[in-house]
């Protein structure tokens, strides 16, 4: 049968009791709760005395069983007869804590309870859900990532980014919520760059238009914690019914992105210009590894008039006339670029020639005077 009997006095509130008018409820509600708090610590304090007190007693009688062990069998009858007799005085102590512990039990337990006694933790512990951190992606991952993404949809992407209307894009994105992704936004930049390089300058602005869509949904996701496939119909429904102020902020970062992608495009240019011309001059480098271009306009004017009619007595006028230390320099730098082939048997014999700066002098001197021998 259950016994009902703790119930029978229950200090539920300090507030449930009606007072008279004239006393001051909230006082005396405050003094009830004061009083009850403090009877309560004068307990928890008695309790704790009451343990260590106990505590000590019993350290001591293990002890004092201890050390009479100990002279039974080593000791004199005298110091054994003084701890036995200590012995019998603790025991008779801790039979006396036995009683005050069985008193206080009786005494907590018939205390009435209270809204600090009724109910008790039985545990307390808060487990949070928490997204395990995704590893970030090297390089190779992403770039490998957005291949294969481009493959895949390419034909949807450039669909995407022909339309022009805000409910076209809005239902397109609805029906294909796969394209709201960074991938897109990638792939439109690079479409506008290639655009421009082409010269195409009408779609590019088409194209960077739809970029710059893309690109506000993924912003207005990151702000709001969310999926971009979740918050791309708010975009276009705050676009579309957008004051002034937002519609500059878009329009500023259409034209922002239209120059960027102009520069862009500018510099690949440039570049493929650089590397064009670079590969033209390696194509053009004599045996002797020098180029002929850099080489002639290296020349006194006086040289690059004689290469320029091919004169060769005017070659050797002119070299007659100059430093043959300078002069022969010159030749080299001739020989070495391809400008002037010497004119040798065998392929040796130019070899020969070519790293001997006399000897292509003395050979340009002979040749005029060859020349000049002629009827």
């Known amino acids: 049968m259950v016994d009902y009997s703790v119930w029978d006095h229950i200090e539920v509130s300090d507030d449930e009791d009606e007072t008279h008018p004239n006393i001051d409820t909230g006082s005396l509600f405050r003094w009830r709760h004061?009083?009850?708090?403090?009877?309560?610590?004068?307990?928890?304090?008695?309790?704790?005395e009451h343990t260590k007190g106990h505590g000590d007693c019993k350290r001591k009688l293990a002890e004092c069983q201890?050390?009479?062990?100990?002279?039974?069998?080593?000791?004199?009858?005298?110091?054994?007869?003084?701890?036995q007799e200590e012995l019998q005085q603790l025991k008779t102590e801790e039979k006396s804590?036995?009683?005050?512990?069985?008193?206080?039990?009786?005494?907590?337990?018939?205390?009435?309870?209270?809204?600090?006694?009724?109910?008790?933790?039985?545990?307390?512990k808060s487990i949070v859900n928490v997204k395990p951190e995704q590893a970030k992606e090297t390089e190779e991952q992403k770039e490998q990532k957005h291949k294969t993404f481009v493959e895949k949809y390419e034909k949807q992407l450039k669909h995407f980014g022909m339309l022009r209307r805000w409910d076209d894009s809005q239902k397109y994105l609805s029906d294909n919520p796969h394209l709201v992704c960074e991938e897109t936004a990638n792939y439109l930049v690079i479409w506008c760059i290639d655009l421009e390089v082409e010269e195409k300058h009408a779609l590019m602005e088409q194209v960077a238009h739809q970029t710059i869509v893309?690109?506000?949904?993924?912003?207005?996701?990151?702000?709001?914690?969310?999926?971009?496939?979740?918050?791309?119909?708010?975009?276009?429904?705050?676009?579309?019914?957008?004051?002034?102020?937002?519609?500059?902020?878009?329009?500023?970062?259409?034209?922002?992105?239209?120059?960027?992608?102009?520069?862009?495009?500018?510099?690949?240019?440039?570049?493929?210009?650089?590397?064009?011309?670079?590969?033209?001059?390696?194509k053009r480098l004599g045996p002797g590894g020098l180029d002929p271009v850099e080489v002639y306009e290296s020349l006194p004017p006086e040289?690059?008039?004689?290469?320029?009619?091919?004169?060769?007595?005017?070659?050797?006028?002119?070299?007659?006339?100059?430093?043959?230390?300078?002069?022969?320099?010159?030749?080299?730098?001739?020989?070495?670029?391809?400008?002037?082939?010497?004119?040798?048997?065998?392929?040796?014999?130019?070899?020969?020639?070519?790293?001997?700066?006399?000897?292509?002098?003395?050979?340009?001197?002979?040749?005029?005077?060859?020349?000049?021998?002629?009827?």
């Open 34 to 48: 004061q009083a009850r708090v403090e009877r309560m610590e004068q307990f928890q304090k008695e309790k704790d």
């Open 214 to 282: 893309m690109q506000f949904i993924l912003e207005l996701a990151k702000s709001l914690k969310v999926d971009p496939r979740a918050c791309f119909r708010q975009f276009f429904t705050k676009i579309k019914t957008a004051d002034q102020q937002y519609m500059e902020a878009f329009n500023d970062e259409l034209e922002s992105f239209k120059e960027r992608v102009r520069g862009r495009a500018k510099a690949r240019i440039e570049k493929a210009l650089k590397e064009y011309e670079e590969e033209e001059r390696k």
């Open 66 to 83: 201890k050390r009479v062990k100990e002279l039974e069998a080593t000791g004199t009858p005298s110091d054994l007869q003084k701890l």
């Open 97 to 124: 804590w036995e009683k005050k512990s069985e008193a206080l039990r009786k005494k907590e337990k018939n205390m009435p309870w209270n809204v600090d006694t009724l109910s008790k933790d039985g545990f307390s």
């Open 303 to 375: 040289l690059q008039k004689c290469f320029d009619v091919k004169d060769v007595q005017m070659l050797q006028d002119t070299i007659s006339k100059m430093d043959p230390t300078e002069a022969k320099f010159f030749m080299s730098q001739c020989v070495d670029s391809g400008l002037w082939v010497p004119n040798s048997k065998t392929t040796e014999d130019s070899e020969k020639v070519s790293e001997d700066p006399e000897q292509v002098y003395a050979e340009v001197e002979q040749e005029g005077k060859e020349c000049s021998e002629k009827p």
